[in-house]
């Protein structure tokens, strides 16, 4: 069946929808029924991806570029160019929306449209079809007035819904000018109308949406928006809902602290942004928090409340050192989130963050994700050990697989970043790996550490491991780790529905 206009993107994996991919076929008019939207990931391979497009007989092609699939878009886009010249390739995304001359893919293509592009795609289609294109290849959109858009959550398909994450959006921009990140490079906040988008809700609601997301930088910036939203859900419970957002962590006064603790435990993820405490490097990259009230908030909610807390720390920023950073990681996990992911700065086209490269001494990879290599204070051997220190991170503290063990590590006194770094690089040394590492593997290697290096008693580390495996709901204890004579189940991983719903969003 033939499609005039084909939107597409590589996502990330199979569970991430294309947001913008189902504005912009939402916004096309009288076009939308002659479009269509076919998602692949990243995994799959670019041969495979232009022969499905091209069956589909297309005449506009447009396709999503982010940080993550850019090398592999760029291939599609070659293999498109060369079977069939004659279709439209158009590009958008944050990608391509910043520095956008000096990219291959942009000139390969055939149009590039920079910046929010709900209407102008299809401005731009109109012309292109009439057969009067836009003299240049580069577009720059203007920024659409919110009231003009048609909202896309009807083109969340029945499997999108059963299979997908669901990502809404109640606003657009960012107030703050953090230099790594390309908010600061958006115009102010700005709402799209409160009772048109609570009755998209209600409607994904309806449909049987059980977990959203919402992709607003600054959630609780509007306390009148974000407390009618809380109130929305609140009001519509039932077992089974989850809904994230992205908190302005020194930000949350008693109205909204009084519909929050309503909530029962694990409705609720809140991701806080903190990046760094150290309050030179924050001057440095224009960022402004109260660090007082944001360790009030974060406490609040981690000692009053059923949220789960995700919080972000972003290793490598201008000015920032090992033990700067080990310092407020350590600051941090004395409050208490449920997870501390520890981010690489990457260097995102058409961010501020290149002023202080000289000053710096800021060295970026010059492929995405274009990650920091080394600084004036952390050479690259250094960068190497926090990189596998996130990694294993990950898949020790965030984990939640062991709590009671993990806090044997550092004891009462010691600095939880210098110890766990310290076990990081001999689990480092002794895998040889960081990935495919299976949760038994993880347990006796934490185990061995603690027991062989650090003198820990055997029979203690056992039983804050058996009470680690306990916690969980596994009954798959390892051989090592069983009782005399105990029957234990056969051996079996998590899956995604037997894991807390936070868990079973991040790793599907």
Not at 25 to 49: C, T, V, Y
Not at 268 to 273: A, D, K, R, Y
Request: hydrophobic letters at 40%; a neutral charge; aromatic letters at 10%.
């Amino acid at each position: 069946m033939a499609t005039t206009i084909l939107l597409t993107t590589l996502n990330a994996r199979y569970i991430h929808a294309a947001f913008g991919l189902r504005y912009l076929r939402a916004n096309l008019g009288e076009l939308r029924g002659e479009s269509d939207i076919l998602e692949f990931d990243i995994n799959q391979r670019p041969l495979e991806i232009v022969e499905r497009l091209l069956s589909r007989q297309p005449r506009i092609i447009g396709i999503g570029v982010y940080i993550w699939n850019v090398r592999e878009s760029f291939e599609v886009v070659s293999l498109l160019k060369r079977l069939a010249p004659e279709v439209c390739v158009v590009l958008g995304g944050p990608e391509v929306s910043h520095e956008s001359g000096l990219q291959a893919i942009v000139a390969l293509a055939d149009f590039t449209i920079t910046g929010e592009a709900d209407l102008a795609f299809a401005q731009f289609c109109r012309q292109w079809l009439n057969g009067t294109p836009p003299a240049e290849k580069l577009i720059h959109a203007t920024l659409p007035p919110l009231e003009e858009i048609v909202l896309p959550y009807g083109d969340y398909t029945t499997d999108d819904i059963a299979h997908r994450v669901v990502y809404v959006e109640a606003s657009r921009g960012c107030p703050f000018t953090c230099e790594f990140c390309l908010s600061s490079l958006e115009a102010p906040v700005r709402q799209f109308a409160l009772e048109t988008f609570l009755a998209a809700l209600d409607d994904l609601l309806t449909r049987g949406v059980r977990q959203f997301k919402f992709v607003d930088r600054t959630f609780n910036l509007n306390l009148k928006v974000s407390g009618a939203i809380l109130q929305f859900f609140l009001d519509r419970y039932e077992p089974g809902l989850f809904v994230h957002f992205e908190m302005v962590p020194d930000r949350l006064p008693d109205a909204l602290r009084e519909l929050i603790v309503k909530f029962p435990p694990g409705a609720l993820q809140f991701e806080v942004g903190i990046q760094t405490f150290s309050l030179e490097v924050a001057a440095l990259i224009s960022r402004r928090q109260n660090y007082a009230r944001l360790a009030d908030n974060l406490t609040f909610l981690r000692e009053k409340t059923g949220v789960h807390v995700h919080a972000d720390l972003i290793f490598g920023l201008p000015g920032e050192t090992l033990e700067s950073f080990g310092a407020g990681f350590d600051q941090l996990l004395r409050i208490g989130p449920q997870e501390i992911q520890v981010g690489i700065l990457k260097r995102l086209r058409g961010t501020p963050i290149i002023r202080h490269d000289a000053e710096w001494g800021m060295v970026y990879a010059e492929h995405p994700p274009y990650e920091i290599l080394r600084t004036k204070f952390i050479d690259f051997e250094t960068m190497q050990r926090i990189r596998r220190f996130a990694r294993f991170w990950d898949l020790v503290g965030n984990s939640g697989n062991f709590p009671r063990t993990l806090g044997a590590l550092w004891g009462n006194d010691g600095s939880p970043f210098r110890e766990f770094l310290a076990f990081s690089d001999w689990i480092h040394t002794t895998l040889g790996r960081t990935h495919a590492i299976p949760l038994h593997t993880l347990a006796e290697t934490l185990r061995r550490y603690l027991c062989e290096i650090r003198n820990e008693p055997l029979q203690r580390i056992d039983a804050l491991l058996r009470e680690d495996y306990a916690a969980t709901g596994r009954n798959d204890l390892p051989p090592w780790l069983r009782r005399q004579g105990e029957k234990v189940g056969a051996s079996r991983p998590l899956k995604s529905k037997q894991l807390p719903k936070r868990q079973a969003l991040r790793t599907s």
